[in-house]
């Protein structure tokens, strides 16, 4: 059984993060030099975490299977990053951050990790403006800010609706300069396929460059992965197609413990999906619920009527009625699921029933044309190449979609997983949003963890490890890893079915999306744990791999990533069929209150739920770690 020791420092919630820092382990400057440390994934974590320890004199070493870091789905975050610096004088600060990311993820997050991520989110925004990057600003020149879901405040930093691409950019800039000064070793094209371990801590990485199918080894003091969340398990998502769940999970293989896994978050403001032909979905930012109005007919009659026709009398908008409080702005669980309510009534828009509106109609009049275009122009377009409709006539279509996800990795409070030396940052842990994600706050913890947690927190390990004590890759163990990988090369290369990994994907998005989707029962989770390992021997008896190893072969990335997700949504399901509760974005329909709100268990499921690998056919085993509430009193959440 793997020991979960969260290292919360003592003390008041407010002195935690300064005292622990005060007093953790530290690293000599001339002996930096000697460590190196393996950043695995270059989005707004990894590139951030590579510049920095690089600053600091590490040795580092990036690897991105991208051919630019600049093509990290972190680009594709559009409506802001949150921090708490009240600069609206609407009664923001620190804690009240930390309570609403509390809040909004019911109750199932480390109170200690979300009150660093309020404290440290102020200096994100300084980091970022000395760097360049060109948020939104008021007349008077001063940083403008918006709202977003779950919040009562305005603390949503933004660049228009190109906020995680700027961001990034600053990111990129800061890894671009350690690169060229030498800090940095960067590997483009370059997947990680297996973590190695050595004496049980992780000391190196298997990687396959994507061009050449070159698979090569790489010792380190220190493994980081910031390697992004795990949402295309699903087929159909906002993720971009590229994003997958590999590293962790072949890290999850090794040992490390993979915490919450079906804490998966769908986002209400999603182009609606029109066919199977598709391979993604297009979201259309929070910040849009700022100003737009969702709302469905009152008559099931109307909805394959021009909207423009249908009086206001017969509109129902249904946030504005169910949440009055916070209205549009209504976090993103409970306004996917009141989306789904009126589209299960019949009420739903669009040729397949599946949509709302959101309506600019009311904002236009307010700000005008030209008002709304400065705040969203670009969203807008997005919407029109999509949709061939114009939005500013008339009103947009969206419905939930499957847009990030609060599982991952298990880490402690230094963002150690139980694994020792094998650090994870960002989406890719599941420390800071429990079971539902506030809107804004990806870009937050991404750029927290990099910029302000690991360069302190990864010295406590390494002052542990001998400096010049880096294992040789010849060891017995870097070559176990690498059989290991070509192996699996081999069994996928010596398919020759008659299905392609797509519609085998396709196939397990719909497993999944219907039984472990904006709502589960036990019956059909059941039904999925009987599915998925049925189409997973499919997969390994039809699928046709085509092609060689020993070059570019998009398909082989496909096919092992697939091979993954395969394992993955069973392990999901498993942990959606044991919470026996609604929290969150895990919402199981025998647990809700007569208004259909969550009811949660908090006698019996006040934990984190990390399971732990027992090997090929075995069951994993569910460990747990119990969520202790010391500052603040757990309570039914209202945003009514």
């Given amino acids: 059984m793997a020991k979960l020791d969260s290292k919360i420092p003592s003390g008041p919630l407010a002195d935690k993060w300064r005292k622990h820092k005060a007093e953790i382990k530290l690293v000599n400057p001339a002996n930096k030099r000697k460590y190196e440390v393996i950043v695995v994934g270059a989005g707004l974590a990894g590139s951030s975490a590579a ?21 990290a789905h972190s680009i594709a975050a559009q409506g802001g990053i949150n921090a708490a610096k009240n600069y609206q004088n609407d009664g923001d600060s620190v804690y009240r951050l930390f309570y609403d990311t509390i809040k909004g993820g019911d109750y199932r997050a480390r109170e200690a990790n979300v009150h660093r991520l309020a ?10 403006v000395a760097q360049g990057v060109p948020f939104a600003r008021e007349y008077g020149g001063l940083l403008a800010n918006r709202s977003f879901g779950g919040a009562q405040v305005s603390r949503t930093f933004y660049a228009r609706g190109q906020t995680g691409q700027q961001l990034l950019l600053g990111a990129y800039s800061a890894l671009s300069r350690m690169v060229g000064a030498g800090g940095v070793q960067l590997f483009t094209n ?10 049980g801590q992780a000391k190196g990485i298997i990687v396959r460059n994507l061009n050449t199918g070159e698979i090569s080894r790489h010792a380190a003091d220190a493994v980081i992965l910031a390697t992004g969340g795990y949402g295309n398990v699903f087929n159909l998502s906002t993720y971009a197609r590229g994003s997958n769940a590999t590293a962790i999970w072949r890290a999850y293989k090794r040992g490390a413990c993979f915490a919450n896994p079906c804490y998966t978050q769908i986002h209400p403001t999603c182009i609606p999906v029109t066919g199977d032909y598709q391979s993604k979905l297009t979201l259309m930012s929070e910040s849009l619920r700022n100003d737009g109005r969702i709302w469905v007919p009152k008559k099931k009659e109307d909805c394959k009527k021009d909207p423009n026709t249908i009086p206001e009398e017969d509109r129902d908008y249904y946030l504005e009625r169910m949440y009055p409080s916070f209205g549009n702005l209504a976090p993103r669980d409970i306004s996917s699921r009141a989306a789904k309510r009126v589209c299960d009534e019949g009420r739903g828009v669009g040729e397949s029933g599946l949509g709302v509106y959101l309506d600019f109609s009311d904002a236009i009049k307010r700000l005008g044309e030209a008002g709304v275009r400065e705040r969203y122009g670009n969203l807008f377009d997005i919407y029109h190449e999509i949709t061939a409709e114009n939005a500013y006539k008339t009103p947009m279509r969206i419905f939930p979609a499957v847009h990030y996800t609060m599982g991952g990795l298990w880490v402690d409070y230094n963002l150690m997983s139980n694994v020792p030396g094998l650090f994870v940052l960002g989406e890719a842990n599941f420390s800071d949003h429990g079971a539902n994600r506030l809107g804004a706050s990806a870009l937050m913890q991404g750029l927290a963890d990099g910029y302000f947690v690991i360069p302190y927190t990864i010295a406590d390990y390494l002052a542990s490890q001998k400096p010049g004590s880096r294992p040789s890759t010849e060891l017995p163990e870097f ?13 996928l290369l010596n398919n020759k079915g008659n299905q392609t990994v797509a519609a085998i994907h396709r196939k397990l998005g719909n497993i999944l999306w219907t039984y472990c989707g904006m709502a589960r029962t ?43 997700f395969l394992e993955l949504a069973e392990l999901m399901c498993l942990d959606a069929l044991t919470r026996e509760e609604s929290c969150g974005a895990h919402f199981r329909e025998e647990y809700q209150w007569p208004d259909g709100e969550c009811k949660r268990d908090d006698e019996k499921f006040n934990h984190v739920a990390a399971w732990e690998y027992q090997g090929e056919g075995k069951a994993p085993l569910r460990n747990v770690e119990p969520l202790n509430y010391e500052f603040v009193k757990m309570s039914v959440r209202n945003y009514k």
């Fill in 51 to 71: 510049a920095t320890l690089a600053e600091l004199g590490y040795k580092v070493k990036c690897f991105v299977f991208h051919d630019s870091p600049r093509r």
């Fill in 190 to 199: 370059s997947e990680m396929l297996d973590l190695v371990l050595v004496g």
């Fill in 522 to 564: 036990a019956e059909g989770l059941k039904k999925a744990l009987q599915e998925i390992p049925k189409l997973r021997e499919e997969f390994w008896a039809t699928v046709n791999v085509p092609g060689s190893g020993e070059t570019l072969n998009q398909s082989l990335e496909r096919a092992g990533r697939v091979a993954d």
């Fill in 119 to 128: 404290e440290v989110s102020v200096n994100i925004i300084d980091q970022c």
């Fill in 479 to 491: 070559k176990a890893a690498e059989d290991n990988i070509r192996g699996i090369t081999s069994r």
